[in-house]
């Protein structure tokens, strides 16, 4: 029984330490932009095209122009073929300017970007 026991713990120590690294609110997207988004976003990239992933990195090192605060990315629509839409905020302590919207192109270019 010993001889199972254990690797039965280590097995359930690695699976609970990885959903607890899912649960508490980290960001899906840290290692794509380095700490540039917050954690708690509503938008998880594991699902996303290549194309959603590179939108969301430009848009987030545009948001990040803004502020020296952290930006959460709360959703990634593609609208066309070549468009991607990012919506998200920026976590600043001024609520007025908190929100943005980007769009990105698929020759890599930001085609518009508005804080409100």
Do not use: H, W
């Not at 609110?25 to 594991?46: C, E, H, K, S």
């Not at 430009?58 to 990634?76: F, K, L, N, P, S």
């Not at 600043?92 to 020759?107: A, G, I, Q």
């Amino acid at each position: 029984m010993r001889k199972t026991l254990f690797p039965a713990l280590i097995a359930g120590t690695l699976l609970l330490g990885g959903c607890t690294n899912s649960v508490g609110g980290t960001n899906p997207l840290g290692g794509l932009l380095g700490g540039i988004l917050g954690g708690g976003g509503a938008y998880d990239d594991r699902n996303g095209s290549d194309f959603e992933r590179a939108a969301v990195n430009a848009c987030g090192q545009e948001a990040q122009r803004y502020t020296r605060d952290r930006i959460r990315v709360e959703r990634v629509d593609q609208t066309s073929r070549d468009t991607v839409r990012v919506d998200g905020r920026i976590e600043t302590r001024d609520r007025d300017r908190d929100e943005f919207t980007c769009t990105f192109r698929s020759d890599g270019r930001i085609a518009g970007f508005r804080v409100f």
